[in-house]
């Protein structure tokens, strides 16, 4: 799915990795500085690209934070203009990068992780693009790594926009699973739904094993 997305929107095929650095591909991750999801999104970041409210988190949904990481790092390379900066700027933000690019006088990479003192410019951010490549570099070359690995199987889903609001034990009922295999699937409703609270919103699109 990352790849397909990355392909869409015209971006290099290697960024696929990067979940790797941001949050070893755990859909459920949370920083303590409240960025959430596979991708590590900021609440403030992710409202440009997804809906984020009491209701629904689509960052904790790895289908939709994908697209919504595809876009935000198309638009990071767009305002900095280098894939080093625009990947930096993932963590640090673009307008971040670009101070330190002009602050340097630079925007090679190399010369402003040695060079720029800014206050916010931490060993995170620092290390970043280091980080990236050497996931970068084991992914590649998993086998010599690791020894031989074992991929599982996608699952295989129908996206299915519900037409109503709903509740989610009616969906569950409906489609003939638990509540626990649709909560799995579903990551991004949160715990109003499931309690009963809240309904699935309408024209939601409710992913269900095949």
Do not use: C
Request: charged content about 20%; hydrophobic content about 40%; proline content about 7%.
């Amino acid at each position: 799915h990352i790849r397909s997305v990355l392909a869409q929107y015209g971006l290099p095929k290697e960024l696929e990795v990067l979940p790797h650095v941001e949050s070893s591909f755990n859909p459920s991750a949370w920083s303590k500085v409240a960025a959430a999801g596979m991708w590590q999104f900021m609440p403030v970041t992710a409202r440009d690209f997804m809906r984020v409210d009491h209701v629904v988190d689509e960052r904790m949904d790895p289908f939709v934070a994908t697209e919504g990481a595809a876009k935000l790092l198309k638009r990071n390379y767009g305002l900095t203009g280098t894939w080093p900066l625009a990947l930096t700027s993932y963590n640090h933000g673009t307008g971040g990068m670009m101070r330190a690019a002009k602050q340097v006088g630079t925007k090679d990479i190399g010369t402003i992780v040695q060079k720029y003192n800014g206050a916010a410019f931490g060993f995170a951010s620092r290390n970043f693009y280091a980080s990236f490549l050497a996931a970068l570099e084991i992914d590649r070359h998993a086998k010599r790594y690791f020894g031989p690995v074992d991929l599982d199987e996608p699952t295989d889903y129908d996206v299915v926009p519900v037409s109503e609001f709903i509740s989610a034990k009616a969906l569950a009922q409906t489609a003939g699973i638990s509540m626990d295999q649709l909560r799995q699937h579903n990551p991004a409703l949160l715990d109003p739904v499931w309690s009963g609270e809240k309904y699935i919103p309408q024209g939601y699109p409710v992913r269900l094993p095949r």
